[in-house]
């Protein structure tokens, strides 16, 4: 049971490692943008890092989630929209640092931005499945959806959809933060395979009157 819980813990540390590699990847592309000049050797430098960041940062979102929906009880929702997730971040990841030479792709589209934020504020919700009753942790989860919203902004003011992008790393990387922090402190709880079996009923109480 205390080695399920501790690789539970691995894998909240891996989102959170995860998507930070992601908020330094998206740093890096906004450099990339500045500076690009066609076969220039700095732009190559940067389109490396970038390339390597984006691979660390799939690789540790991936490891997160095998070990998050092998050691978490139940929690459907959140293992699938999760792992929808990382394959769709890594596509637009992808998209958005080879744009130059993709016609098809629309870095400035306000419907991509809007799909993408409101599909993210949807797996960040997800997560509230985690431990549903605990007041503070739905604060937390509305704070990050909120994050995740305000990145549409980018886009109404002409910023390309890697801003979109940021703003989601930064509030997966508040999420599985707090999360960290409320487990350590015994906030919340997040029952694993092998415990004793509890009565909960996992539904949030945040819309009930």
């Known amino acids: 049971m205390e ?20 908020v330094a990847f998206s740093v890096v592309c906004y450099i990339y943008y500045l500076v690009y000049k066609p076969n ?16 660390s940062g799939f690789v540790s979102l991936i490891v997160s989630d095998i070990l998050i929906s092998r050691t978490a009880r139940m929690r459907d929702w959140l293992k699938t929209a999760f792992s929808v997730y990382i394959v769709a971040e890594a596509v637009m990841m992808i998209l958005e640092l080879n744009s130059y030479r993709l016609d098809f792709y629309k870095p400035y589209s306000l419907a991509l931005a809007i799909i993408h934020s409101v599909f993210s504020a949807v797996v960040c919700f997800s997560f509230l499945t985690l431990d549903p009753d605990k007041k503070q942790f739905e604060v937390i989860v509305i704070i990050c959806i909120g994050i995740i919203l305000g990145g549409m902004m ?33 906030v919340i709880e997040i029952d694993c395979y092998g415990d004793k079996a509890t009565v909960t009923e996992y539904k949030s109480t945040f819309f009930e009157e």
């Open 3 to 22: 080695e399920t819980h501790k690789k539970l813990g691995k894998g909240l540390t891996l989102g959170l490692v995860g998507n930070s590699l992601f």
């Open 154 to 186: 980018g886009n109404v003011i002409g910023i390309r959809v890697y801003f979109s992008i940021f703003t989601n790393n930064i509030s997966f990387v508040v999420l599985f933060g707090a999360i960290k922090f409320l487990l350590k402190r015994e």
């Open 40 to 55: 220039n050797a700095f732009s190559k430098f940067l389109e490396i890092t970038a390339y390597t960041l984006e691979f």
